[in-house]
């Protein structure tokens, strides 16, 4: 099923390099980046890379998952795989040190339960201020760009976390769009010479697939800032993460959740629980997308984890795995937005459904909805930030994305929502909420308790499948 003119080597299509040769164009004269189409694979081992398929691609997380030490704070987790370097190629100039970003109006109620993860944060900032890019030595003019994001409680956190402090550091103002996600509006900026984003929150297997396509920009290999302590990007990055047009900013998963008064004698517990209607009668809210609901399936048919991707690129796997969505598919609830499984279990359309750890996290503390997560079986992902291929502000999409993906920033939005950073040093600075004062790490997806069981999506294996499967999820789907 995969597509042979995606493979990594292949050569660049002439309408791909015409497509990209302007942004290379503007990069040379700016002195900035190096001239290329593709980035080369850096810091090569006689070791195979246990990320890595025979042809040299990468399988992001393909079995290793980083789990949180919570008793010392330490991350345990896989060597480096495919990354970016700092180096001399481009001056950086320190930003002034962000801080927590509170509501003007909490600043003062907050200070007493936000007092340890504040405290932390602003050590770590002291050891080493953020960095970000800049073409020149001198600070750039102010001006603005926009920046798309998923919207509800994500949209959120990251306003507090990315836009507020990036904004008051630089002067520079942040347009905020709100989307679904997928790849139709960015291709269709792209390909009409129309771009109006220049950063979107993007999932792993888009950003392969766009990448792949020219749709976005690759970005430079010295782009991300070292650790407080020096460690390169390479190395405090988890493998994977980072890819040719994509830079991971949170881990997070996608779960089921329930509703107690649903249930009031037997509990949900696991992922074969969702789909046994007998136990469990009522309606199930499922994404209506073929990815991590075919990964669902599988787990509860019996398939383990680590044999789920094997599975599926069979055709008797695929026949597996919508055969056992035919068992729900007549109690099903399909939803598209992130902000609809909270919202369904709330109003009791439906008694569980699926969705992304961090809305329920939000619906439970800010909200005191008393849903319960189910964590296993649990599809344990990382979003990117990317730059669609013609952005119109590109340098300033860049300072944003060194800035944001620096570590303080990345732990102060898991100080609001419950996604982990993809930074080891990162971790140590994510404590409390920001402003609830609640121990976040309990709460990640990456937490020994938590990560028991769990997925780790395989995005190369959408990439390449996601138009076919889409299809063909469609046409089950009408049946």
């Known amino acids: 099923m995969t597509n042979a003119s995606r493979a990594t080597g292949t050569p660049i299509p002439a309408d791909l390099a015409a497509r990209r040769a302007p942004q290379a164009e503007a990069r040379r004269h700016c002195g900035c980046f190096p001239d290329r189409l593709r980035m080369r694979r850096l810091f090569p081992s006689t070791a195979p890379d246990p990320a890595s398929k025979p042809d040299g691609s990468v399988l992001p997380m393909s079995g290793d998952i980083p789990l949180i030490e919570l008793d010392d704070r330490r991350v345990d987790g896989p060597g480096s795989g495919r990354v970016h370097r700092e180096g001399p190629d481009r001056p950086w100039r320190a930003l002034p040190r962000i801080r927590p970003a509170a509501e003007p109006e909490s600043r003062e109620a907050a200070a007493v339960t936000t007092g340890r993860a504040r405290r932390g944060l602003a050590v770590a900032a002291g050891v080493g201020a953020l960095l970000f890019v800049a073409c020149g030595a001198d600070a750039p003019e102010a001006g603005s760009f926009t920046a798309v994001s998923w919207g509800g409680a994500y949209s959120r956190a990251v306003e507090k976390a990315f836009y507020r402090p990036f904004e008051e ?11 679904n996600g997928g790849l139709a509006q960015i291709r269709t900026q792209v390909d009409t010479g129309r771009v109006h984003w220049d950063v979107v929150s993007v999932q792993l297997y888009d950003t392969l697939l766009a990448c792949d396509e020219g749709l976005l920009e690759i970005l430079p290999d010295d782009l991300l800032a070292p650790a407080a302590d020096g460690t390169p990007a390479s190395e405090d990055f ?57 990964e669902f399936a599988l787990m509860a048919d019996g398939v383990p984890p680590e044999q789920v991707y094997d599975t599926l690129a069979t055709d008797q796997g695929l026949a597996r795995a919508f055969a056992k969505l035919d068992t729900v598919k007549d109690q099903v609830v399909w939803w598209e937005a992130g902000a609809q499984p909270p919202q369904m279990l709330a109003d009791a359309e439906v008694v569980m459904s699926t969705a992304y750890n961090g809305r329920i996290f939000n619906a439970q503390v800010v909200e005191n909805q008393p849903f319960v997560i189910v964590w296993d079986g649990q599809v344990l992902d990382w979003g990117q930030l990317a730059i669609p291929s013609g952005a119109p502000n590109l340098d300033l999409a860049l300072d944003f994305l060194r800035f944001v993906t620096s570590p303080e920033p990345m732990a102060q939005l898991s100080g609001y929502i419950a996604y982990s950073p993809v930074r080891r040093s990162a971790l140590s600075l994510v404590s409390t909420h920001l402003e609830l004062g609640i121990d976040m790490l309990p709460h990640l997806p990456t937490s020994p308790r938590n990560a028991a069981g769990a997925l780790p999506m395989n995005g190369r294996f959408w990439a390449e499948n996601l138009e076919e499967l889409s299809e063909r999820f469609s046409a089950w789907l009408a049946r």
């Open 169 to 179: 550091a630089t002067g520079v103002a942040i347009g905020r769009e709100d989307y």
């Open 238 to 294: 988890y493998p994977g993460t980072v890819t040719e047009c994509g830079v991971g900013d949170v881990f997070y998963s996608t779960v089921y959740a329930y509703h107690p008064d649903g249930f009031p004698g037997e509990k949900p517990a696991t992922i074969e629980d969702f789909f046994d209607l007998d136990r469990f009668p009522g309606r199930r809210g499922m994404r209506r997308t073929p990815e991590v609901n075919l």
